[in-house]
């Protein structure tokens, strides 16, 4: 269980939640969907229920276990493999080496030494046992197989996987670790954006989960269905009055009930407004006479006081105006990549791929997860380099814009301005500012540091600075996820309208439809053929 007291949540100068008394709770049962717009402080206010960063104001009381999927999960150990990386959820990890361990004693040593690790490997087998043990590891192999990581994946180390792969395995490890011991779950559940990198049948499976979990749970999700299907509360967080309304309801009558609420305040506002004004108008004729004073201002106080008591009527809210870069001029081929091959030690992921980006050409890379998309744009972009002889070849007047899917192109230790100026050094002070504006980053904003900002955020910060660059190539890796509907219709709008050349890899199938491709790229093999409708399957699948 999670109840706040008295919680204030700010970032800089800036309050982005004041929830006065225990107006915030989460209690076994509770299955609460946190919305509101890109930067109204979902994810920050996450992190503090969490435990993982401390509110400005109040406190966080918790009970029981928390299962806490960041939106940008960084996993601990690389060196360890997926399997035992899930299994540490219950500490089966540690108990299967120490087993092992004792058991080449037992197979090596003599005497009391050898009766020794058989004394210990009995003791650790029945802990092991206690834990679920056998059971347990086939279980968590089983979540793991829902999410799109087949037992193959499990006994590789986390540093061979992609991202997508590896945050698979962190919210497996989360959703195993809910399921330990009997009866119902004790476990709190804090997940963001979980639906990030996941094919459709996973996220079908996620969503029968989640409605089947009986401890407490909060999602913050763009995926309207998801929410639809399991939430039964909604906290809203009001970006202009930096409020959360709760709503004891799922999402559809949510929708239905918040759009009820501000019609009863705007109509609510506009009748005090009339009568306010009524009232204004009235005292100034009695102000006139001096000894109608004292009358006049009680009329001008009972007029500011029906203003008061009003509830603040909600603004539309402001959306990032996103449209990609007029591209600088070009060869007619600017990028080439001839024989790209990535190696994780003895582990090919792809080799001797070839792919000639012509100008103004749009392809879409598809493939599932961990056939190296994400890594073939690395190698495009020059952040990787490629295994083996392989290389680019740069044409005339190549300038790239790499969008990545992990944000890794923002220092989150600097702030928004900082990271702005340096991915665009050549351009004037006052058109970044006005650039910044655009995609709503300004006054305090500007001084934020870029680690605080939720992924929505994030992601409006590198489209922001891709907009400044001129990028005739643009490398796009997952360019929609985390962004609100909105947002993301900006996102697609851009796309259409861009006459650069534009490398693609989604699971967005709307995405596609707005780049409409020409060529598709099939890793990892590297296989080449023109865009049918047909890849479209393996877009929503992959």
């Known amino acids: 269980m999670i109840v706040t007291n008295d919680l204030e949540v700010r970032v800089g100068a800036r309050t982005l939640l004041d929830a006065p008394g225990q107006h915030l709770r989460v209690q076994p049962g509770d299955r609460i969907g946190l919305v509101g717009r890109n930067g109204a402080g979902k994810t920050t206010t996450m992190r503090i229920l969490s435990g993982e960063t401390e509110p400005y104001g109040g406190s966080v009381t918790r009970s029981g276990e928390i299962g806490y999927l960041p939106q940008d999960s960084k996993e601990g150990d690389i060196e360890q493999t997926a399997r035992d990386r899930v299994l540490s959820a219950r500490g089966l990890d540690e108990i299967q080496r120490s087993m092992a361990k004792q058991q080449a004693l037992m197979e090596t040593a003599d005497g009391a030494e050898r009766d020794k690790a058989i004394a210990k490997y009995s003791r650790l087998e029945e802990r092991y046992h206690a834990l679920g043990g056998y059971e347990a590891n086939a279980e968590a192999a089983q979540i793991c197989d829902n999410l799109g990581l087949p037992e193959r994946i499990l006994d590789q180390p986390l540093k061979t996987l992609s991202g997508g792969q590896r945050r698979r395995v962190e919210l497996a490890q989360i959703l195993f670790a809910s399921r330990s011991g009997s009866g119902k779950s004790a476990t709190t559940l804090l997940l963001d954006e979980p639906t990030n990198h996941l094919d459709a049948d996973s996220i079908t499976w996620l969503r029968g989960f989640l409605s089947k979990h009986d401890g407490g ?295 596609v439809r707005a780049l409409e491709p020409e060529r598709v790229i099939i890793m990892p093999e590297g296989d080449e053929d023109l865009w049918s409708d047909e890849y479209m399957e393996i877009v929503e699948l992959a």
């Open 217 to 511: 749970l909060i999602m913050i999700s763009h995926d309207v269905e998801l929410l639809d299907d399991v939430c039964n509360k909604i906290w809203f967080l009001d970006a202009v009055r930096a409020e959360a309304d709760v709503y004891n309801m799922g999402f559809s009558k949510y929708q239905k009930a918040r759009a009820e609420d501000e019609a009863r305040r705007r109509r609510e506002r506009a009748n005090a407004e009339k009568k306010a004004s009524a009232l204004q108008k009235q005292a100034a004729k009695l102000g006139a006479k001096a000894t109608k004073a004292a009358a006049s201002k009680q009329m001008l106080a009972r007029a500011e006081r029906m203003m008061s008591e009003l509830d603040d009527v909600r603004v539309a809210d402001k959306f990032a105006a996103i449209s990609f870069p007029e591209p600088a001029p070009c060869g007619k081929t600017p990028l080439y990549g001839k024989g790209l091959t990535k190696m994780y030690g003895s582990l090919e992921v792809f080799a001797g791929v070839d792919l000639a980006i012509d100008k103004g050409s749009r392809v879409v890379v598809l493939g599932t997860n961990g056939a190296g998309k994400t890594t073939l744009l690395k190698l495009l972009a020059g952040v990787e380099r490629t295994d083996g002889e392989g290389g680019l070849v740069t044409g005339h007047g190549l300038k790239i814009g790499y969008f990545a899917q992990e944000h890794d192109t923002i220092d989150g230790d600097k702030t928004v301005w900082e990271n702005t100026i340096e991915a665009c050094p050549d351009a004037g002070q006052q058109d970044l500012r006005g650039l910044l504006g655009a995609f709503m980053f300004s006054g305090d904003k500007l001084e934020q540091p870029a680690g605080t900002l939720s992924g929505g955020e994030k992601t409006r910060l590198a489209l922001a600075t891709l907009v400044s660059s001129r990028a005739n190539v643009l490398l796009l890796d997952e360019p929609t996820n985390n962004l609100d509907p909105q947002s993301r219709e900006q996102v697609l709008d851009a796309l259409k309208t861009y006459t650069g050349a534009v490398v693609l890899v989604t699971h967005d199938p709307g995405a």
